[in-house]
């Protein structure tokens, strides 16, 4: 197979905002195109070997850098602060990139989204502003993992610190990324050592990228989000097919909440992946096969 082409440049969203686009392109006649809808924190580098898995495929990728994230333009002046007004504008974001930016050389549009890129995925479908071919979403963030009374009360001091104008100050337990308190040991994102060290390398060559915790903001624009999904999704059909890809000791993000979701929306099914942590792309090998072997054999019915 001949090699992939890559192509990595800012754009501009209708808003003015500056947002960093990359585009991978498969060597050979594409079969596909796909769009990775990163997580929180994430940025382009990070995906470099799922982008050549992709290319290997056949498939085009696509993916943006989040405003507020890697080196798209940041909201406040403390840039490490991961904020965001409310999450249409990431919702506007995605729908701006699928429609205007990204340009399928051949084959179905399949989203490939991540925790917090799952759910803006999730909902930009269940709205109807997104409409892939299909959609795989690995640990989607439909809520986060505490009771519902733990929720609602969370849900209702991020809006009350927020409506009282303390919205862009941390969250609570929420600091600065810092090298120093990185430790692979209980990690909750991947069992994999090599994946772990690669991703804090890239952050230590490029400080730039990285994103510390979440404000109040944030926070208030998520529990509300969440909610929104909850009612959007509720005895809906007819989507574009759907594979919900539940790491079952994920400890980020809810996985009765994936569970749920995939018993509410028809057509939607649930593939679980036993010993496997948050980040399903980073963790082993073995993991990773069992993923790509479900990736394959969803776009088979596509």
Known sequence: MTA?????????????????????QTGVRPVGTVILVHGRTEFLEKYAEVTAELNHRGLDAWAMDWRGQGLSDRFLNHS??????????????????????????????????HSMGGH??????????????????TAPMIALP???????????????????????????????YDSARVRFEDNPLTG??????RIHVLLADNPNFALGGVTWGWLNAAFRSMAEIRRLSRGVSGMCPA??????????????????????VGGWEQIRFEDARHELLMEIDDIRNRFWSAFDGFLRTL
């Open 80 to 113: 490490q602060k991961g904020h965001i007004d409310r999450f249409d504008t990431y919702i506007d974001d995605l729908v701006w990139f699928a429609n205007d930016i990204i340009d399928p050389r051949a084959g179905p549009v399949v989203v490939l989204a």
């Open 192 to 197: 994999d050592r090599d994946r772990f060290d």
């Open 243 to 264: 594979r919900i890809c539940t790491p079952m000791d994920d400890r980020v993000v809810s996985v009765d909440a994936q569970t749920r979701l995939c018993n509410t």
């Open 4 to 24: 992939s082409k890559s192509n990595i440049r800012m754009e501009t969203a209708p808003d003015g905002a500056r947002l960093r686009i990359g585009h991978w």
């Open 120 to 137: 803006i995925a999730v909902r930009a479908i269940l709205e109807g502003a997104l409409k892939p071919k299909g959609l795989i979403a």
């Open 146 to 176: 505490m009771t519902r009374l733990g929720a609602l009360g969370a849900g209702l001091l991020s809006r009350v610190v927020s409506g009282a104008g303390f919205g862009e100050r941390y969250g609570p337990g929420m600091a600065d």
